[in-house]
């Protein structure tokens, strides 16, 4: 059983769908599908819309600054140790 493969584009109303004027055979396909991950093109939707987008810059945003406020508390208490010794 040779495979015939047809392909269609995407189309944002169905009422447009047509396929595509080509037909794949078995010797045009290169590559092999091993896996797929699913919902991940879900998530890669969701952070390409705005609410995904200032999702995003919230949460860099609340990262950087707890990371600042962690790294500011260790030189603090380093000089105040480094201060200790010296006494």
Same mark, same amino acid.
């Given at each position: 059983?040779?495979?015939?493969?047809?392909?269609?584009? %995407?189309?944002?109303?169905?009422?447009? %769908? !047509?396929?595509?004027?080509?037909?794949?055979?078995?010797?045009?396909?290169?590559?092999?599908?091993?896996?797929?991950?699913?919902?991940?093109?879900?998530?890669?939707?969701?952070?390409? !819309?705005? %609410?995904?987008?200032?999702?995003?810059?919230?949460?860099?945003?609340?990262?950087? !600054?707890?990371?600042?406020?962690?790294?500011?508390?260790?030189?603090?208490?380093?000089?105040?140790?480094?201060?200790?010794?010296?006494?």
């Amino acid at each position: 059983d040779a495979w015939v493969i047809r392909t269609r584009p %995407y189309y944002a109303n169905p009422e447009d %769908y !047509s396929p595509d004027p080509w037909v794949l055979g078995e010797d045009d396909v290169l590559g092999e599908h091993w896996f797929t991950v699913p919902r991940v093109g879900l998530v890669i939707r969701f952070l390409q !819309s705005p %609410y995904g987008i200032a999702a995003l810059i919230v949460n860099v945003t609340i990262i950087a !600054s707890i990371a600042i406020l962690l790294k500011g508390d260790k030189k603090k208490t380093t000089e105040t140790s480094a201060g200790d010794f010296d006494a």
